[in-house]
């Protein structure tokens, strides 16, 4: 070996220190490592990572299942006894039940309270509906929909009230606020102004064609339902048009006019009798004359209306009827 191959591998020697070079290989000194070597070694690996991730969920994970001193709104259930059949409980233990019972005891307290027409459950009913707010925007709540039933049969003043508090507070969404407009049109609630010409521009059509039954009453919404003539969902355009005949307005007898031809019903019939025209007095005969459901509501119509045409068809309708 030459001296130049004996000074170089001194030096290397030198550097990497004395050990396993004597087997003629050279490994180099644990101290001394190539930058990216020291980089991957203070990299962590994946498995490095979600170890360390999983180790600090476990020190920070909350207790789900600790009150942690907050109290609930409503206590739950202590028992799951059987409780005794709406039927049985007297008026009072029965409006008691209703605001704090599960689903299966609101629909049957709920509608034994609309059986009975007890205006004083009105209270314990609105709160049923207001315990589920924020809920039902695509689904129907059952809870809310026993109570908003329960409320129409008992309807009168208080009820109305009740059920145009829900609306306007926002404490029914979705398909409920479909059957609560159309139950405060159906036992006369008042709404705001505002609310129901936000209701009669409503994206669900439902919800448009049921507030028509509220707005019919109020002047400064006369305008919107004009244009709800027009509207292309045919349940809203014909709720409309049942809402402007009721009340006289002559933009719809045209509309109603041809529902009488294709879909005559008593709610038509009904809206059509103060605005008739000579073509709705026909039509009102032909209804009568082949229609036996329709018979007696197309003959009213026909009466009620002030013009000797209509007196006339009826009375030779009710002349043939009695042979």
């Known amino acids: 070996m030459s001296s130049i191959m004996r000074w170089r591998r001194g030096l290397i020697v030198a ?7 004597r087997d003629g290989r050279v490994h180099p000194h644990p101290l001394r490592r190539e930058p990216s070597a020291q980089l991957s070694s203070l990299t962590p690996t994946p498995a490095q990572r979600v170890r360390s991730i999983r180790s600090q969920m476990c020190e920070q994970q909350l207790d789900l299942f600790s009150s942690a001193g907050i109290q609930a709104e409503r206590p739950l259930p202590q028992s799951m006894e059987l409780r005794p059949a ?25 509608t034994e309270a609309g059986r009975r027409r007890l205006a004083a459950a009105v209270p314990s009913l609105e709160a049923l509906c207001r ?18 039933h329960a409320l129409a049969m008992i309807s009168g003043r208080e ?62 919404l006369i305008s919107v339902m004009i244009d709800l003539l027009d509207d292309l969902n ?38 059509v009798s103060s605005i ?32 000797p045409r209509a007196n006339a068809i009826a009375a030779a309708i009710r002349n043939v009827m009695q042979r």
């Open 15 to 21: 550097i990497w220190g004395s050990g396993p070079e």
């Open 86 to 110: 709406a039927t049985v409980l007297d008026d009072q233990a029965l409006i008691a039940a209703i605001p704090e019972s599960n689903l299966a005891d609101s629909i049957a307290l709920a």
């Open 131 to 148: 315990r589920f707010s924020g809920f039902g925007a695509e689904r129907m709540v059952p809870e809310q929909a026993v109570a908003l």
């Open 159 to 220: 009820a109305a009230q009740a059920v145009s508090q829900l609306i306007v507070r926002g404490f029914v969404r979705g398909p409920a606020l479909n059957l609560a407009v159309s139950t405060a049109a159906r036992i006369g609630a008042t709404l705001p102004v505002d609310v129901l010409r936000s209701l009669l521009r409503h994206p669900d059509p439902g919800v448009r064609a049921s507030a028509c039954g509220c707005a019919r009453r109020r002047p400064e």
């Open 234 to 271: 045919p349940g809203v355009a014909k709720s409309a048009a049942c809402a402007l005949g009721q009340i006289g307005r002559i933009e719809a007898r045209p509309k109603l006019a041809k529902l009488l031809r294709e879909e005559p019903s008593e709610k038509v019939i009904e809206a």
């Open 276 to 307: 008739a025209d000579e073509e709705c007095m026909v039509q009102l005969g032909r209804i009568a004359r082949t229609e036996p459901t329709l018979c007696d509501a197309a003959l009213n119509a026909l009466e009620g209306i002030d013009q």
